[in-house]
Nanobody, 127 residues
Framework: EVQLVESGGGLVQAGGSLRLSCAAS????????IGWFRQAPGKEREGVSC????????YYADSAKGRFTISSDNAKNTVYLQMNSLKPEDTAVYYC????????????????????WGKGTLVTVSS
């Protein structure tokens, strides 16, 4: 059974930090890219950051560049998202997802590029 379990969400003041964790199981971790997506109330789900479990390459949305850092511990099948300098507009449910890396090593850090999804963890940033 495929599982992606997020943890680490919560309430934080603007300017604060949180670290999200995503524990993956039930699929060949090294063949997948793991991504963080978020969905704010009334908005579409959007990609925040992704990392290839194969070569460690990363992608960041413009909103995440310079503030968020994605990392992977392949021994633990776990991906982290360190979020610093949080803003109220970062408030959303954050989802972990996995998308298979293609034969050329590419992955697509988009909702449509993901095969499996976690249930999400709520991040609330107060002003």
């Amino acid at each position: 059974e495929v599982q992606l379990v997020e943890s680490g969400g919560g309430l934080v003041q603007a300017g604060g930090s949180l670290r999200l964790s995503c524990a993956a199981s039930g699929f060949p971790f090294d063949d997948y890219a793991i991504g963080w997506f978020r969905q704010a109330p009334g908005k579409e789900r959007e990609g925040v950051s992704c990392i290839s479990s194969s070569d460690g390459s990363t992608y960041y949305a413009d909103s995440a560049k310079g503030r968020f850092t994605i990392s992977s511990d392949n021994a633990k099948n776990t991906v982290y998202l360190q979020m610093n300098s949080l803003k109220p507009e970062d408030t959303a449910v954050y989802y972990c997802a996995a998308g298979r890396i293609d034969y050329s090593g590419r992955y697509y850090c988009k909702v449509g590029g993901m095969d499996y999804w976690g249930k999400g963890t709520l991040v609330t940033v107060s002003s």
